[in-house]
């Protein structure tokens, strides 16, 4: 999801961003990590690692954690997003009673900027994470790399993806050709 001025870029699909800051990182910080819902409300601002460029997800889905990269134009979104909001311990505060941000908080804030936008499909907020995941096979990601990525435990949760993501055959060939870096029309030997 690329930001240009007030518009998210998504599958070559132009589409209303959110106008609130906190909103627009929120739900770019899903898509862009992959995260689930109680994950992102889970985050702490010591989570983020800006040198490094990675995210902690801790005791996430099955209580495992995980460190997923965090991209570039995230990491400047999200430090305009803490300069202008100032959070404290989480990095999204909310009206919780511990101070996060709820699941149903984001739900809403999904639906209600879903409104804004020309997509007709049954979209949710765990359709960003679908996204991330289809976007990345599609890019040439291998599988088990994807699933370490996710937190899934099992490979066969990750492998719904090769189902939905629009792969580019490889032309069949030789692996010994492509050991010996042997070009197909070097037959004048």
């Known amino acids: 999801m690329q930001t240009v001025g007030s518009y998210c870029w998504v599958r070559f699909r132009r589409v209303s961003a959110p106008t609130l800051l906190k909103q627009l990182i929120v739900l770019t910080l899903i898509y862009s990590a992959g995260l689930r819902g109680q994950e992102v409300i889970n985050l702490k601002i010591s989570d983020i690692d800006f040198e490094q460029k ?15 990269p ?8 999200l ?32 639906r209600e900027n879903l409104k804004k936008t020309s997509i007709t499909k049954d979209v949710n907020l765990h359709s960003l994470r679908h996204s991330y995941a ?21 490979i066969t949760t990750t492998m719904i993806y090769i189902h939905v993501a629009q792969c580019l055959l490889i032309k069949p060939h030789s692996l ?9 029309d070097a037959d004048n030997v």
């Open 134 to 154: 289809t976007h990345l096979l599609e890019q040439g990601i291998n599988i088990v790399t994807l699933k370490e990525l996710l937190g899934h435990s099992q």
């Open 176 to 184: 010994l050709d492509t050991l010996y870096n042997y070009a197909a």
């Open 70 to 77: 965090l991209a570039a134009s995230m990491a400047v979104g």
């Open 79 to 110: 430090k305009k997003y803490l300069a202008a909001e100032n959070p404290h311990i989480w990095l999204f505060n909310g009206k919780e009673p511990d101070g996060r941000y709820s699941v149903s908080g984001l739900s809403w804030v999904m």
């Open 54 to 68: 990675t995210i902690h997800i801790r005791h996430s889905k099955y209580k495992k954690d995980r460190v997923v």
